[in-house]
């Protein structure tokens, strides 16, 4: 199991590495050594488990969630420079305007500048959910699902599951009052080897738009309204499995307020992928 | 003591809450808000800055006769678009008589329901739907497609859905007007504004 899932992240960087570099067939050798160091530097695997998440499906107050590779950092504005390098359709002057709203890498000097050193390390955001899924396409990755967010973002330094630990929560309502202000280096690595999933940036999610708060709005007028109605209101907290986990509950309704063009200076991404068994 | 503080937690959870709220619509401003009319108007204002057109994903679809179709196909009429499922029995079928009443009052406007549910809804199924409900075929498109097409077109359109049950989907129910260039004009959950398909109809000419 263990080797299988050592090919698995072999495989997953060689794809990286040969969308980096463009000149994996060259040097195949060289190449299988650097990327098992590049996948173990890059990606941890999750093992397979079971996770409750904040709207649980009737029946069943816990998901399962298969074993899945996930970054261990947000993607950075570096990384996120070299990807519009490669694919400049993706800069912001040239992206399709579906694809992204205005604000787009809006605070970058240029197109194809993400600033000084210390601004490329940090993790990159006004980037759209079609913008980083295409990021992560481009190194055969893909968006976690929420609930493969969740369920990695559940653990603490020692627990894969501190959800119901009261300090636990208190210190993630610190961090994301906070948000933006701490650095991912300084953020804690979680049982996993996750680094920052909390209180740096929110992030994007695949299905980020799995959020329905209530099935039949039509006594609304406009699914917006809709939206904001039940979101400031307390009726979002019916239903769900945990009321009193509030930091689930800003979770969810940061993903509430985002459409897929939204780039916002509070939302980053990074990758996960599938294990890749062959 | 233990409520206090619990008391505390809630209260700074909620203002939490409230000023990511503010931050979350403060980062998409630029974007249409759909139905309200103000945010119409800035999104005119901006034309050439933030207007996209739906037109522009890259997605393939097929008819309910089976055949391949692209959304930019429907380029040049109006065009009123939902995001329904056929084995829908509880909201679908209120979209679609409302589209029905508009399709009586208007004989131009296109209509386009987008299946939310591929796995089950095949063109075969979509036709048998079709039939069933009346649909005129030169005026009325069912559409299936990809997984990732749909996620796209719903994450485009602001369309929430989720799997509930194997059986069911949980889906916000939204009807969009587009105009001949694809860019969402209107959105709604509720009766339509005819009168704004009529606008689009005499601008266009």
């Known amino acids: 199991m263990r080797s299988l899932r050592l090919a698995a992240l072999i495989l997953l960087a060689a794809a990286q590495q040969a969308s980096a570099s463009g000149r994996l067939v060259a040097r195949p050798v060289r190449l299988a050594r650097r990327t098992a160091s590049h996948a173990a530097q890059h990606m941890v695997m999750l093992p397979a488990g079971r996770y409750r998440p904040l709207y649980a499906p009737p029946g069943a107050e816990r998901v399962a969630v298969a074993a899945f590779a996930l970054d261990r950092e947000p993607v950075t504005a570096g990384a996120f420079l070299a990807f519009v390098e490669r694919h400049p359709e993706w800069r912001r002057d040239r992206v399709r ?123 609304t007028g406009s699914g917006a309204d809709a939206r904001d109605r039940h979101l400031y209101c307390a009726s979002a907290a019916l239903g769900a499995t945990d009321p009193s986990d509030y930091p689930a509950f800003l979770r969810h309704a940061v993903r509430a307020g985002l ?18 068994i062959s | 003591m233990i409520h206090t503080s619990r008391l505390t937690v809630m209260w700074i959870a909620l203002a939490l809450l409230l000023a990511l709220l503010a931050l979350a619509t403060s980062g ?63 909201t679908c079928p209120l979209a679609v008589s409302e589209l029905k009443r508009v399709a009586a009052l208007d004989p131009d406007v296109r209509f386009v329901l987008v299946s939310l549910d591929p796995a089950r809804d095949d ?46 989907l949980a889906h916000t129910n939204l009807i969009t007007l587009l105009d001949r260039e694809g860019r969402i004009t209107r959105q709604t959950s509720g009766p339509i504004d005819v009168a704004a398909i009529a606008e689009l109809h005499a601008t266009a000419r």
């Open chain 2, 28 to 90: 998409c401003a630029s974007q249409p808000i759909p139905g309200s009319r103000t945010s119409e108007r800035s999104a005119r204002a901006e034309d050439d800055v933030d207007r996209f057109s739906v037109y522009e994903l890259d997605a393939s679809w097929r008819d309910q006769s089976g055949a391949t179709r692209s959304l930019a196909s429907f380029r040049g009429s109006p065009v009123l678009l939902a995001m329904i499922y056929t084995h829908c029995t509880a």
């Open chain 1, 97 to 219: 305007r579906v694809f992204a709203d205005a604000r787009y890498l809006a605070d970058w000097p240029a197109a194809t500048d993400a600033g000084a050193l210390g601004a490329q390390r940090r993790p990159v955001t006004q980037v759209s959910w079609f913008a980083a899924r295409a990021y992560c396409a481009s190194l055969g990755k893909r968006l976690p699902t929420v609930d493969e967010w969740e369920y990695a973002a559940a653990a603490s330094e020692r627990a894969t599951d501190a959800t119901a630990d009261a300090a636990f929560r208190s210190r993630l309502l610190a961090l994301y009052a906070g948000l933006g202000r701490q650095t991912a280096a300084a953020a804690f690595v979680n049982v996993y080897g996750v680094r920052a999933m909390h209180g740096v940036v929110w992030e994007w999610t695949l299905d980020f738009n799995s959020v329905v708060l209530d099935d039949d709005s039509r006594a």
């Open chain 2, 123 to 168: 063109a075969s199924r979509l036709a048998h739907y079709a039939a069933e409900r009346a649909l005129e075929p030169s005026r009325w498109t069912l559409l299936t497609g990809s997984d990732a097409d749909v996620r796209d077109l719903a994450a485009t359109l602001g369309v929430r859905f989720r799997q509930v049950t194997p059986d069911d």
């Open chain 1, 259 to 276: 459409g897929a063009r939204s780039s916002t200076s509070t939302v980053g991404f990074r990758c996960a992928a599938d294990m890749v």
